[in-house]
């Protein structure tokens, strides 16, 4: 068995009912595996971006891109090369507050990883943090001694560095 | 041009007629109602009715691959679109160009509320149910949209790789009238279908045969559907390189010809198993190297440099690890590189290979002797001796398939049809109503077996009514011969839930639907009996009995290699 590896793959696809499910249907028959995958509307009128994490041999990556690249829909598809792209999470954690020193413990913790506190109670807190899935992933270690009572991560997004775009050409 | 005010159904009817289509095959029902009603004033479409929605699939489907030209069909929404399903898998699978236009509950219901998703009276989800099975699939959404729809969509099922798209046409857009204009633009900015072969890595592949000690080229369907026979031929015989077919490519390159070595694969002829691994070069145009084909991919020639020429992108290297890819239409492709080569090498008249090719040739291949048993081998060659040049030859899937492709001899491009990929028994007759629709000047046979034929045996009514003449051969062993042979090869012959018994019988089934039937019992009747089908304009249903123990051999054990043959040819 070949060596496994992680690829961030951005495409855009037409903007309209369907992509999505051909896109998904197509990983799920051909048994690939998706680790997250996030989709929004760019600044081109009818025109979606979908980022994917994947992760597979490098024959695997390859058929990955090329089946993708086969769907009518999917209009360009780019592997991303990890050294030259930024890449993003956005989390919301709720977590538990088991008194006011603990509270500030957590509130201390949230500044050194630049988060925020987007909500208060009595009992818990709301923190939003943004950064790459390492980073939320070291975060979420911290908060797992008060306890996390609700998480939500959004998805790895990634964009590529310098001024070449990724675009539909008009 | 100026727009028209129409009904969706006019619109799609008339989109239809644009695109060349004369004939349409398929069953009607509640949901697609308004463009069955709109088929009274297009008189230019003829509506041929399948007894059953697979039937109407699987005719399309022969339409497209006898023609080249894409078949389509129709089917109401629910239980008539799920029924065309296994015919658009098995399209899919084949590469075949085949529009199925399913008609779909209303988008909204009398009091314009939502009825899609509602699981409304025979709704099914056809887009989602299809999406993996075809090349494109869509549900129209406006009047408007149904011109520039329908040019993508036979676009897309013709161009490149073809294969199956489906349109989702919901009622109420059917009967809704609209400003129409008519256009020939097409904006898929997500599809471009590659073209020409990258001139660098022609003169790789060029320097790479010309230097080749023994040259093998393998055809694959892509040459058919490509339509690069011709561009094969010559590239062959600059080469001297004998050309191995794979199933689908059967009829790619005359069988004939004296560099022909037949197909390779788990039923292949042992000369093309057994050159093609003595190869050093390898050529292999418009295939996806698929299991059947290349057995125990370990063993595939793990020497020989292979250059791959496909449409497809996705192929190359999806199963067998290539040195040169073309990314390319064949024909093209194919051209490119014999321009190259001729500048480099001489054609050659005699060479090594070319006497090792010959000696294999005589040894695994032997000249028939007289044999005037009922059995598939000699059956098969009488029955090449019989048929003219042109007639198009569809199978059924199983025994009667293996055998057809072991020895009946194709000598044209897109005269044989048959379910490679999915293996659909119940495919070769429907299929060769589609095909005699398309070639009407063609004599058309489908090789079935009895467990085969009946499973779409009620187009006979369509063959009879609609007066499209095709000759079923039925070679009848009462068992679903395949299977049985797995179960008498591998599972210690235990038949289980193999045998079919003596019934129907199949004159008499003929006759019920007015065809005629004939049983033979001999080669000279089984003689007379093909003569006088080719004579006749009716449907004939030949019944030819065989023994049910009968193998078909030489066989490649699953997982194992070409070179793990068995059984003799």
Same mark, same amino acid.
């Given at each position: 068995?070949?060596?496994?590896?992680?690829?961030?793959?951005?495409?855009?696809?037409?903007?309209?009912?369907?992509? =999505?499910?051909?896109?998904?249907?197509?990983?799920?028959?051909?048994?690939?595996?998706?680790?997250?995958?996030?989709? !929004?509307?760019?600044?081109?009128?009818?025109?979606?971006?979908?980022?994917?994490?994947?992760?597979? &041999?490098?024959?695997?990556?390859?058929?990955?891109?090329?089946?993708?690249?086969?769907?009518?829909?999917?209009?360009?598809?780019?592997?991303?090369?990890?050294?030259?792209?930024?890449?993003?999470?956005?989390?919301?954690?709720?977590?538990?507050?088991? &008194?006011?020193?603990?509270?500030? &413990?957590?509130?201390?913790?949230?500044?050194?990883?630049?988060?925020?506190?987007? &909500?208060?109670?009595?009992?818990?807190?709301?923190?939003?943090?943004?950064?790459?899935?390492?980073?939320?992933?070291?975060?979420?270690?911290?908060?797992?001694?008060?306890?996390?009572?609700?998480?939500?991560?959004? !998805? =790895?997004?990634?964009?590529?560095?310098?001024?070449?775009?990724?675009?539909?050409?008009? | 041009?100026?727009?028209?005010?129409?009904?969706?159904?006019?619109?799609?009817?008339?989109?239809?007629?644009?695109?060349?289509?004369?004939?349409?095959?398929?069953?009607?029902?509640?949901?697609?109602?308004?463009?069955?009603?709109?088929?009274?004033?297009? *008189?230019?479409?003829?509506?041929?009715? @399948?007894?059953?929605?697979?039937?109407?699939?699987?005719?399309?489907?022969?339409?497209? /691959?006898?023609?080249?030209?894409?078949?389509? %069909?129709?089917?109401?929404?629910?239980?008539?679109?799920?029924?065309?399903?296994?015919?658009?898998?098995?399209?899919?699978?084949?590469?075949?160009?085949?529009?199925?236009?399913?008609?779909?509950?209303?988008?909204?219901?009398?009091?314009?509320?939502?009825?899609?998703?509602?699981?409304?009276?025979?709704?099914?989800?056809?887009?989602?149910?299809?999406? #993996?099975?075809?090349?494109?699939?869509?549900?129209?959404?406006?009047?408007?949209?149904?011109?520039?729809?329908?040019?993508?969509?036979?676009?897309?099922?013709?161009?490149?790789?073809?294969?199956?798209?489906?349109?989702?046409?919901?009622?109420?857009?059917?009967?809704?009238?609209?400003?129409?204009?008519?256009?020939?633009?097409?904006?898929?900015?997500?599809?471009? *279908?590659?073209?020409?072969?990258?001139?660098?890595?022609?003169?790789?592949?060029?320097?790479?045969?010309?230097?080749?000690?023994? #040259?093998?080229?393998?055809?694959?369907?892509?040459?058919?559907?490509?339509?690069?026979?011709? $561009?094969?031929?010559?590239?062959?015989?600059?080469?001297?390189? #004998?050309?191995?077919?794979?199933?689908?490519?059967?009829?790619?390159?005359?069988?004939?010809?004296?560099?022909?070595?037949?197909?390779?694969?788990?039923?292949?002829?042992?000369?093309?198993?057994?050159?093609?691994?003595?190869?050093?070069?390898?050529?292999?145009?418009?295939?996806?190297?698929?299991?059947?084909?290349?057995?125990?991919?370990?063993?595939?020639?793990?020497? @020989?440099?292979?250059?791959?020429?496909?449409?497809?992108?996705?192929?190359?290297?999806?199963?067998?690890?290539?040195?040169?890819?073309?990314?390319?239409?064949?024909?093209?492709?194919?051209?490119?590189?014999?321009?190259?080569?001729?500048?480099?090498?001489?054609?050659?008249?005699?060479?090594?290979?070319?006497?090792?090719?010959?000696?294999?040739?005589?040894?695994?291949?032997?000249?028939?002797?007289?044999?005037?048993?009922?059995?598939?081998?000699?059956?098969?060659?009488?029955?090449?001796?019989?048929?003219?040049?042109?007639?198009?030859?569809?199978?059924?899937?199983?025994?009667?398939?293996?055998?057809?492709?072991?020895?009946?001899?194709?000598?044209?491009?897109?005269?044989?049809?048959?379910?490679?990929?999915?293996?659909?028994?119940?495919?070769?007759?429907?299929?060769?109503?589609?095909?005699?629709?398309?070639?009407?000047?063609?004599?058309?046979?489908?090789? @079935?077996?009895?467990?085969?034929?009946?499973?779409?045996?009620?187009?006979?009514? %369509?063959?009879?009514?609609?007066?499209?003449?095709?000759?079923?051969?039925?070679?009848?062993?009462?068992?679903?011969?395949?299977?049985?042979?797995?179960?008498?090869?591998?599972?210690?012959?235990?038949?289980?839930?193999?045998?079919?018994?003596?019934?129907?019988?199949?004159?008499?089934?003929? $006759?019920?639907?007015?065809?005629?039937?004939? /049983?033979?019992?001999?080669?000279?009747?089984?003689?007379?009996?093909?003569?006088?089908?080719?004579?006749?304009?009716?449907?004939?249903?030949?019944?030819?009995?065989?023994?049910?123990?009968?193998?078909?051999?030489?066989?490649?054990? #699953?997982? %194992?290699?070409?070179?793990?043959?068995?059984?003799?040819?």
């Amino acid at each position: 068995m070949e060596k496994e590896k992680t690829q961030v793959i951005a495409a855009l696809v037409e903007n309209k009912p369907g992509v =999505l499910h051909s896109v998904s249907n197509m990983f799920r028959r051909r048994g690939f595996n998706i680790e997250s995958i996030t989709v !929004g509307q760019t600044e081109q009128k009818g025109v979606a971006r979908m980022t994917l994490t994947v992760s597979g &041999d490098e024959k695997t990556l390859e058929q990955i891109t090329k089946q993708m690249n086969k769907l009518i829909d999917v209009i360009k598809v780019n592997e991303l090369e990890p050294d030259s792209i930024v890449t993003r999470e956005l989390a919301l954690v709720k977590i538990n507050v088991p &008194d006011v020193k603990g509270r500030s &413990d957590i509130i201390n913790c949230v500044e050194v990883f630049r988060g925020r506190v987007v &909500d208060v109670s009595t009992e818990s807190l709301m923190v939003e943090i943004t950064g790459t899935p390492d980073k939320i992933d070291a975060f979420l270690n911290l908060m797992k001694t008060y306890g996390i009572s609700e998480l939500a991560r959004t !998805g =790895l997004t990634a964009l590529s560095r310098g001024v070449k775009s990724l675009r539909v050409e008009e | 041009m100026t727009p028209n005010k129409m009904s969706g159904a006019n619109a799609l009817l008339e989109s239809l007629e644009r695109q060349g289509v004369k004939e349409v095959f398929g069953i009607l029902g509640g949901a697609i109602l308004p463009v069955y009603d709109a088929l009274c004033t297009h *008189p230019k479409i003829r509506h041929i009715l @399948a007894r059953h929605e697979q039937g109407a699939a699987h005719a399309a489907d022969g339409y497209a /691959r006898a023609s080249g030209r894409p078949g389509v %069909c129709f089917a109401t929404s629910g239980p008539g679109a799920t029924n065309l399903v296994t015919g658009i898998a098995n399209a899919h699978m084949d590469s075949s160009p085949v529009i199925a236009l399913t008609g779909q509950v209303p988008t909204a219901g009398a009091n314009s509320t939502y009825m899609i998703g509602r699981d409304a009276f025979q709704e099914a989800d056809i887009i989602g149910i299809t999406t #993996p099975i075809t090349k494109y699939n869509i549900q129209l959404r406006s009047v408007e949209e149904i011109p520039s729809t329908i040019n993508s969509a036979f676009y897309i099922a013709a161009t490149g790789r073809p294969g199956p798209v489906l349109i989702d046409f919901p009622k109420d857009i059917q009967a809704q009238t609209a400003n129409v204009e008519w256009t020939d633009k097409i904006d898929l900015r997500g599809y471009k *279908p590659p073209g020409n072969p990258h001139p660098l890595q022609v003169r790789k592949a060029a320097e790479l045969l010309a230097e080749a000690e023994r #040259p093998v080229i393998l055809a694959g369907g892509g040459v058919i559907s490509g339509n690069a026979s011709d $561009e094969l031929l010559t590239v062959a015989e600059l080469l001297l390189a #004998p050309v191995a077919t794979t199933f689908m490519g059967k009829g790619a390159f005359p069988e004939i010809h004296l560099l022909s070595i037949g197909n390779i694969g788990m039923h292949g002829n042992p000369l093309a198993n057994k050159l093609l691994l003595e190869a050093d070069v390898m050529l292999a145009v418009g295939t996806r190297f698929s299991d059947r084909a290349t057995g125990n991919t370990d063993t595939f020639c793990p020497e @020989a440099k292979k250059i791959h020429v496909d449409i497809d992108a996705a192929e190359i290297g999806k199963n067998i690890d290539i040195d040169i890819p073309i990314v390319a239409d064949a024909k093209k492709a194919l051209a490119a590189i014999y321009e190259r080569l001729i500048q480099q090498v001489k054609k050659k008249t005699d060479s090594p290979w070319n006497t090792r090719m010959k000696e294999a040739k005589t040894l695994l291949n032997p000249q028939a002797t007289e044999n005037y048993s009922l059995k598939p081998k000699p059956l098969l060659q009488t029955l090449r001796r019989l048929l003219p040049e042109n007639t198009i030859v569809t199978t059924e899937v199983g025994q009667n398939q293996m055998w057809s492709a072991l020895y009946f001899k194709v000598l044209r491009p897109r005269t044989f049809i048959s379910s490679g990929g999915l293996g659909t028994m119940g495919f070769g007759f429907p299929a060769s109503i589609g095909a005699k629709v398309a070639c009407p000047n063609n004599p058309v046979f489908d090789i @079935a077996g009895d467990g085969s034929f009946i499973m779409t045996e009620q187009e006979l009514a %369509c063959s009879v009514i609609e007066n499209i003449p095709v000759t079923v051969i039925v070679l009848n062993n009462g068992v679903l011969g395949m299977v049985a042979q797995w179960q008498r090869m591998f599972y210690q012959k235990r038949y289980v839930a193999t045998k079919l018994g003596t019934y129907p019988n199949f004159v008499k089934l003929a $006759e019920a639907y007015g065809a005629q039937g004939f /049983r033979v019992g001999s080669i000279p009747e089984f003689e007379t009996a093909v003569r006088s089908a080719l004579k006749s304009n009716v449907t004939t249903v030949i019944d030819v009995p065989i023994s049910s123990e009968e193998d078909v051999v030489p066989m490649v054990p #699953p997982g %194992c290699g070409l070179n793990q043959q068995v059984g003799d040819y």
